[in-house]
């Protein structure tokens, strides 16, 4: 019987190369393969665009329930509403709803399944951009989200829950709330205005003498500031907080009025400086 012959010290090497280069390319297929399966979560993220609005029908009141959306409304140049909506998801494409009911459109923003979080870690963000003829009411109500009006003439009731509320220019009648969110307006020409805070915080400024306004904190705090030399018949109530008016801004005789009343918060009107 033949013994066996021994292996020679190179091909020993040779084979230990072989094993370890077998190794490795199998490691590098794995890795390769998580990879792929992690691209479609984090590349998934795919921002769309979509556009619509009244398209030529008669329009006399628009409405938007914008939820957590970025909410921006502005005056058109012509008869028609028109919006942009810029999404991003990570699963599949939002929508904005539209519907069309007496006069009114009414927007609504939509995350798939309504939820603003997509489930995997990444987020649903919708941008909506609203053109409107400047005398046409707008009432917009949201959550979390942000909304900015502007330039408007018409009616205007916002309203927000804990999101950010920035107002400007307005010139038509005005409703504007907050819970525990934060409202800013400036260059107002309304000439009656009603303004609340939650727990949050509002600053308001009157760029004309407003006829009427009305002014409610909770446990938040509200600045309202007017036109120097206004006056006001001036009603000012409070709880456990405190309501407060510069000395010279009150006029019994005068036609126009300010009624102002915390709860446990703080609320204070004066005059802008001359």
Not at 69 to 92: L, W
Not at 144 to 163: E, K, P, Q
């Amino acid at each position: 019987m033949t013994a066996p012959r021994p292996a020679r010290p190179g091909q020993d090497r040779s084979v230990q190369r072989l094993a370890w280069l077998a190794a490795s390319a199998l490691c590098a297929v794995l890795v390769v393969a998580g990879v792929v399966r992690e691209l479609p979560a984090r590349a998934g993220l795919r921002p769309a665009t979509q556009y619509g609005g009244s398209e030529g029908r008669p329009v006399t009141a628009l409405e938007i329930l914008g939820g957590a959306a970025v909410v921006t409304v502005t005056p058109a140049g012509d008869r028609d509403v028109a919006y942009r909506a810029r999404f991003t998801d990570a699963r599949t494409a939002p929508s904005v709803e539209e519907s069309l009911l007496g006069g009114t459109l009414r927007l609504t923003p939509r995350c798939p399944g309504d939820r603003q979080d997509a489930g995997d870690g990444s987020r649903c963000s919708v941008e909506l951009s609203v053109t409107v003829p400047r005398d046409v009411p707008v009432k917009v109500s949201a959550g979390s989200g942000r909304v900015s009006l502007s330039g408007l003439d018409g009616a205007v009731d916002a309203d927000v829950t804990s999101g950010a509320l920035t107002l400007a220019g307005l010139r038509g009648p005005l409703r504007a709330a907050v819970g525990s969110g934060t409202l800013r307006a400036t260059a107002l020409g309304s000439a009656r205005a009603e303004i609340r805070t939650g727990s949050g915080r509002g600053e308001v400024e009157f760029l004309v003498p407003p006829e009427r306004v009305t002014g409610y904190a909770g446990s938040g705090r509200l600045d309202i500031t007017v036109p120097a030399a206004s006056r006001f018949r001036v009603e000012c109530r409070s709880g456990a907080g405190r309501c407060e008016t510069d000395a010279t801004l009150a006029d019994p005789a005068s036609p126009h009025s300010l009624d102002l009343t915390t709860g446990s918060g703080r609320v204070h009107a004066g005059l802008s400086a001359p």
